[in-house]
């Protein structure tokens, strides 16, 4: 079923051809991202102007990057820097970043797809209209090993800006000034068809700091999955007959950190928590406590538990050290699957290991396929941040049609990588630290 639906995403591939092309794919993919990733020394993206993103927002901060596109994993963005207006250079963040599996369990038990890696995801990357990227530019990408040979350039990679609103808000201490700006994004994203669905795979780089990255799910349901005659489905037409079958998409995101121009970056652990009153307090206490994650971590969203991932070399004006914290968006997990059971994963740099599940590169006899595997205890000097969000789509009928896009995904921000407020305005400039107001 799902195989007739990729045939029908990337024009009309005979079939056959999808396993032997998914295979040499899979040694070329890594090439590239392997040299990068060793190499990925300096700040500034080194890649030709065709695969480069520069863009500089209205309200003065500058992202620089480089891209390339993986047979299998799609759109990869390398050498991520990030320069507002009051640094001299430009900060990088990431040495790579791109997704690292979509897994696609139905709960009638009767399929499971690895979109990435064994479905086609890469090789579905569709061609924008215009209209869809409002603004922007949308660049020529070449799949690399294209299971259509005949046209393996497709326009399908939009850079655009977009408002989000306010970045900031405040009444001035005197007068009547208000102090506010406009919020203004970089954006990034292709269309991928897998099946019947339409992944939206957005990167979005704030003018502030902030990284996002989101998958929407689009398209359309798969016909072929209203026959959840098991009890397992939603009916979507009328009356009762076609059940959609239910089921999860469990997206990952692989990460590799490279925070003021290196690898070694290292990882923490917050907790913090809350007792009742006592010693005649009148309110509750709260008490947080940093675990530096010296070692590969399987680790679970808690309550009041985030991580950040802090650079070894780079501060701040403040003389902070710099980091990023992961901010999880909305998840359901999915318990069925080793490597969905727990939220995010931090692991040793491995070439090899490129995918959460169903990975295509050989590590080794025995080693393992998937990102629970990949943390088997080794110290981390060099962490790659896997993220796992998961959603359960229960089919309804305003799926029909097309599906309205779903959005899952989460962010990194900026914890200490500048000294204040990247966009303070000059006036404010000087209230760092303990400020007097009106003195
Ligand atoms: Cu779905």
């Not at 056959?16 to 300096?42: D, E, F, R, Y």
């Not at 019947?196 to 996002?212: H, K």
Request: hydrophobic share 30%; charged share 20%.
């Amino acid at each position: 079923m799902r195989v007739n639906r990729i045939s029908r995403a990337r024009s009309r591939t005979a079939v056959g051809l999808s396993v032997a092309a998914l295979a040499v794919g899979a040694t070329t993919a890594a090439g590239p991202a392997v040299a990068q990733s060793k190499a990925a020394p300096a700040a500034a993206p080194a890649c030709s102007t065709a695969y480069k993103i520069e863009q500089k927002l209205s309200t003065g901060t500058t992202w620089r990057m480089c891209w390339h596109y993986e047979s299998e994993a799609g759109l990869v963005l390398e050498n991520i820097s990030y320069q507002p207006k009051g640094e001299a250079q430009p900060i990088k963040v990431l040495t790579s970043a791109k997704l690292g599996q979509i897994h696609v369990p139905y709960d009638d038990g009767k399929a499971e797809y690895d979109d990435l890696t064994g479905a086609g995801f890469g090789q579905g990357l569709m061609k924008m209209a215009p209209g869809e990227c409002p603004g922007g530019t949308i660049k020529t990408v070449k799949i690399p090993n294209a299971w259509d040979p005949q046209h393996p350039n497709v326009n399908g990679l939009c850079t655009t800006t977009r408002s989000r609103g306010h970045a900031y808000r405040m009444e001035a201490d005197t007068g009547n000034k208000v102090f506010q700006t406009q919020g203004k994004d970089l954006l990034i994203y292709t269309v991928n068809k897998v099946g019947w669905y339409e992944y939206i795979s957005e990167w979005r780089f704030q003018d502030d700091g902030t990284i996002n990255m989101n998958i929407g799910a689009t398209g359309s349901l798969s016909p072929g999955d209203y026959d959840a005659g098991d009890g397992r489905g939603w009916p979507i037409g009328t009356g009762a007959k076609a059940y959609a079958t239910s089921h999860s998409h469990n997206v990952f995101w692989r990460l590799d950190f490279g925070l003021d121009g290196s690898s070694k970056n290292k990882v923490e652990q917050y907790d913090s928590v809350v007792s009742p009153p006592r010693n005649g307090n009148e309110g509750p206490t709260n008490k947080t406590t940093r675990t530096k994650v010296t070692k590969e971590l399987a680790g679970d969203a808690q309550n009041m538990r985030w991580w950040r991932v802090v650079s070894d070399t780079g501060k701040n004006k403040d003389n902070h050290a710099r980091s990023y914290e992961i901010v999880p968006g909305a998840t359901t997990k999915y318990l069925g699957r080793p490597f969905t059971k727990h939220d995010v994963y931090f692991t040793e740099y491995k070439q090899c290991e490129q995918f959460a599940t169903n990975n295509l590169l050989n590590c080794g006899a025995g080693a393992g396929k998937s990102v629970d595997k990949y943390v088997n205890g080794q110290t981390l000097t060099h962490p790659i941040v896997w993220v796992n969000v998961g959603f359960h789509h229960i089919a309804r009928d305003e799926d029909q049609q097309p599906m309205p896009v779903h959005w899952q995904g989460f962010s990194l921000a900026p914890r200490d990588v500048t000294a204040m407020n990247p966009l303070t305005p000059p006036e404010l400039a000087n209230q760092n630290g303990h400020v007097e107001n009106g003195s």
